[in-house]
């Protein structure tokens, strides 16, 4: 997640079973995130292990039912509980969502925004949960700042979010069990996580000879740094359209909620405090909001007024959306990455380089080591496919003058490291037949008690 943190240190492979802080030490973010991690993974671990992919206490909660009103409604009942892979999900009541804004339009959400209204439900169909962990901040959520500071917030949290979604099914899929093997297939859920491998020995020259390559090339930053790098758009490392992806050395976490867009005009709520949180003209954007949560669109800062809280963007032949007070409810923001031109891209052996440009405003995964800054370069696995959002995170340390990076077997080649994934988890709730009529999908938990 985009949170200002010094780095993330749980990892389920290590097998810790809980932190321990001494006397006397400073205490660190990564080790209360840590503690928090390790007890959440054994808890939504042992719910899945008990209860399976999905399921539920059973009563009203989250039970659907479907009617033809107002261009077809889909009910959810409420309150109750269910759990998806772990997830504890809640509804305190009954809601009605318009089928047209559950319906996904076949099997793409971003076909479904381009082509406009999907088209209408017809019978049989399915109704299933998708649901998923995001941050929220102060920004987000108001009451989580002490107005006692004075201004700054301190921690973030996470929430568990589900929202409804219906599919369309053939003839013949009028069962539970027919219908969801062939749904949660379509659903591209991506076993495959293609890694990366980071190092620090790369250096920028103008000239880019390799014999002015220092012999200890090494992290020089200033400052100790978690650099995430982050799948813009999908692609084949390789191919004829490789993925590309944004970075940051901040974990993506500096971002500017925005009061109004208009054109290229920006009004935001606040800019930096400081030069190294702020924006200045060059610098790439995206632009994103509660409905784009995934993927937004890069743009290129082309003034800023800081006495305003006025940001002006390149002008290009794409539209930006419009943001006015209205559209406070979906959180729009700037959030800023810090690739920029050239790119330096060097051979297997470190020496040799040359360079290329962003496209779009994203770095191209080709097949190379790909130099973000200050020494730091990346390299994705050739041959091998990215999704977008795929990330990675990477501490930079001044004191080692390196990257906290894993080895290989040799002991001296960065290790290939998986990719994490923003994780999005499904669950059937109902197969609609006809009005009124559902076969429901819910498994009911039975209780070790009878009151």
């Given at each position: 997640?985009?949170?200002?943190?010094?780095?993330?240190?749980?990892?389920?492979?290590?097998?810790?079973?809980?932190?321990?802080?001494?006397?006397?030490?400073?205490?660190?973010?990564?080790?209360?995130?840590?503690?928090?991690?390790?007890?959440?993974?054994?808890?939504?671990?042992?719910?899945?292990?008990?209860?399976?992919?999905?399921?539920?206490?059973?009563?009203?909660?989250?039970?659907?039912?479907?009617?033809?009103?107002?261009?077809?409604?889909?009910?959810?009942?409420?309150?109750?509980?269910?759990?998806?892979?772990?997830?504890?999900?809640?509804?305190?009541?009954?809601?009605?969502?318009?089928?047209?804004?559950?319906?996904?339009?076949?099997?793409?959400?971003?076909?479904?925004?381009?082509?406009?209204?999907?088209?209408?439900?017809?019978?049989?169909?399915?109704?299933?949960?998708?649901?998923?962990?995001?941050?929220?901040?102060?920004?987000?959520?108001?009451?989580?700042?002490?107005?006692?500071?004075?201004?700054?917030?301190?921690?973030?949290?996470?929430?568990?979010m589900w929202r409804i979604r219906a599919e369309q099914?053939?003839?013949?899929?009028?069962?539970?069990?027919?219908?969801?093997?062939?749904?949660?297939?379509?659903?591209?859920?991506?076993?495959?996580?293609?890694?990366?491998?980071?190092?620090?020995?790369?250096?920028?020259?103008?000239?880019?000879?390799?014999?002015?390559?220092?012999?200890?090339?090494?992290?020089?930053?200033?400052?100790?740094?978690?650099?995430?790098?982050?799948?813009?758009?999908?692609?084949?490392?390789?191919?004829?359209?490789?993925?590309?992806?944004?970075?940051?050395?901040?974990?993506g976490s500096v971002a500017f909620p925005i009061r109004?867009?208009?054109?290229?005009?920006?009004?935001?709520?606040?800019?930096?405090?400081?030069?190294?949180?702020?924006?200045?003209?060059?610098?790439?954007?995206?632009?994103?909001?509660?409905?784009?949560?995934?993927?937004?669109?890069?743009?290129?800062?082309?003034?800023?007024?800081?006495?305003?809280?006025?940001?002006?963007?390149?002008?290009?032949?794409?539209?930006?959306?419009?943001?006015?007070?209205?559209?406070?409810?979906?959180?729009?923001?700037?959030?800023?990455?810090?690739?920029?031109?050239?790119?330096?891209?060097?051979?297997?052996?470190?020496?040799?380089?040359?360079?290329?440009?962003?496209?779009?405003?994203?770095?191209?995964?080709?097949?190379?080591?790909?130099?973000?800054?200050?020494?730091?370069?990346?390299?994705?696995?050739?041959?091998?496919?990215?999704?977008?959002?795929?990330?990675?995170?990477?501490?930079?340390?001044?004191?080692?003058?390196?990257?906290e990076w894993p080895r290989a077997a040799n002991g001296?080649?960065?290790?290939?490291?998986?990719?994490?994934?923003?994780?999005?988890?499904?669950?059937?709730?109902?197969?609609?037949?006809?009005?009124?009529?559902?076969?429901?999908?819910?498994?009911?938990?039975?209780?070790?008690?009878?009151?």
């Open positions: 997640m985009h949170v200002d943190i010094t780095r993330d240190t749980f990892d389920p492979a290590r097998h810790f079973s809980r932190v321990l802080m001494q006397q006397g030490r400073v205490p660190l973010d990564a080790d209360l995130n840590e503690q928090s991690s390790i007890l959440l993974h054994y808890l939504r671990t042992l719910t899945a292990d008990l209860l399976g992919p999905h399921a539920g206490p059973g009563g009203n909660g989250f039970k659907v039912g479907y009617t033809t009103q107002n261009g077809g409604t889909i009910a959810v009942g409420g309150p109750g509980r269910y759990y998806v892979n772990g997830l504890l999900c809640e509804i305190e009541g009954d809601q009605s969502i318009p089928a047209s804004q559950a319906t996904r339009g076949g099997r793409s959400d971003a076909a479904a925004a381009d082509g406009g209204a999907p088209p209408p439900l017809t019978y049989p169909f399915i109704v299933f949960m998708e649901v998923w962990e995001q941050l929220v901040t102060a920004y987000h959520q108001p009451l989580l700042r002490e107005t006692a500071l004075g201004g700054p917030d301190t921690a973030a949290r996470t929430q568990v099914l053939q003839a013949g899929q009028g069962t539970c069990a027919a219908a969801w093997p062939a749904v949660l297939g379509g659903l591209g859920v991506a076993a495959d996580r293609n890694g990366l491998q980071v190092r620090a020995g790369g250096t920028s020259t103008d000239t880019l000879d390799p014999c002015v390559l220092p012999p200890d090339a090494r992290y020089r930053g200033m400052e100790n740094q978690l650099y995430r790098v982050e799948v813009h758009t999908r692609g084949d490392v390789g191919g004829a359209t490789p993925p590309t992806f944004k970075w940051s050395r901040e974990n109004s867009l208009s054109g290229v005009e920006v009004e935001v709520e606040t800019l930096g405090l400081d030069p190294r949180l702020d924006l200045a003209p060059g610098d790439w954007v995206e632009i994103l909001d509660d409905q784009r949560a995934g993927r937004g669109m890069l743009a290129r800062v082309a003034d800023v007024d800081r006495d305003g809280l006025r940001v002006t963007l390149e002008d290009t032949d794409d539209d930006y959306p419009e943001y006015s007070e209205k559209h406070a409810v979906i959180h729009p923001l700037l959030r800023r990455w810090d690739q920029s031109d050239p790119v330096v891209l060097r051979g297997n052996d470190g020496t040799s380089a040359t360079k290329g440009t962003l496209r779009d405003g994203a770095v191209e995964a080709v097949d190379a080591w790909i130099e973000l800054e200050a020494g730091i370069i990346v390299r994705f696995q050739p041959n091998k496919r990215y999704l977008e959002g795929d990330y990675w995170l990477i501490p930079a340390r001044v004191a080692t003058g390196d990257v001296t080649d960065p290790a290939v490291v998986p990719a994490r994934r923003p994780e999005r988890f499904y669950a059937p709730l109902g197969v609609v037949t006809a009005e009124n009529t559902v076969n429901d999908c819910r498994r009911t938990i039975n209780k070790l008690v009878t009151p």
